[in-house]
Each structure stands twice: as structure tokens, then as C-alpha cells.
């Protein structure tokens, strides 16, 4: 089972932006789909977005469409989340996760592996 290390995330204030990475600790890492998700304070873990490893197919939730964007570091074994003109409802702790097979990439039920999360906080 892969683990996965974020880092990133901290305080912005509106319109500001913020920079996650995702890196797995093995070398040997395989995934189908990896995938950020979010939960606020007594809100459910949510989508934000997610990457195919191979084709790089990106699919993004109506929340964030358009200003966050998620890309892959092939030669790095990382994902990446970049969170720009942030609102205070973007506030919570942010989530990578990967999986191995192919489902309904906004699940979180599918992924295996997930990360220790990272928090993002936006002042207004």
C-alpha cells in the first residue's frame, strides 16, 4: 500500500494563492488515478480534483474549476495542487490520495492510499 507525503498548504488571505505537492515514499509507486480532496470543519471529505497517471486526463469539482489546477511530476512521482484565488470557503485540510483502478474518480471510497493531510486556512 502506497503512503503518500503532502506538503504545502498554510495561511493565505483572499485572492491569494497556495501550492500543494503530493509524493509517494516508495520507489516503486503505481497508480491509476490520484486525487486531492478537502474537508472543512463539520463538513464531509469532498472532491477537489483528480489526475490519471497515464494521459493525465484532470477532472475538477464546480468549486475549484477554474482556479485551481492539478498537474503531475512524471519524473518526481508527484502530484501537484495549485490553489489560486483563494476564497475562505476553500478553507479546510486537503487530502492526496491514489488509487490503482479505474471507478468514479470523485469517491473517495476507491482510493487506497491517502495521505496525512495539510491545511489550508483563507483570512478574508
Known amino acids: 500500500q502506497e503512503q503518500l507525503v503532502e506538503s504545502g498548504g498554510g495561511l493565505a488571505r483572499t485572492g491569494e494563492s497556495l501550492r500543494l505537492s503530493c509524493a509517494p515514499s516508495?520507489?516503486?509507486?503505481?497508480?491509476?488515478?490520484m486525487a486531492w480532496f478537502r474537508q472543512a470543519p463539520g463538513k464531509e471529505r469532498e472532491f477537489v480534483a483528480s489526475?490519471?497517471?497515464?494521459?493525465?486526463?484532470?477532472h475538477y469539482a464546480d468549486s475549484v474549476r477554474g482556479r485551481f489546477a492539478i498537474s503531475r511530476d512524471n519524473a518526481e512521482n508527484s502530484v501537484n495542487l495549485q490553489l489560486n484565488n483563494l476564497k475562505p470557503e476553500d478553507t479546510g485540510v486537503y487530502y492526496c490520495?491514489?488509487?490503482?483502478?479505474?471507478?468514479?474518480?470523485?469517491?473517495?471510497?476507491?482510493?487506497?492510499?491517502w495521505g496525512q493531510g495539510t491545511q489550508v486556512t483563507v483570512s478574508s
Open positions: 516508495s520507489p516503486t509507486f503505481e497508480a491509476h488515478t
Open positions: 490520495a491514489s488509487t490503482r483502478r479505474a471507478g468514479s474518480y470523485w469517491y473517495a471510497g476507491i482510493y487506497g492510499a
Open positions: 489526475i490519471r497517471w497515464t494521459g493525465g486526463t484532470t
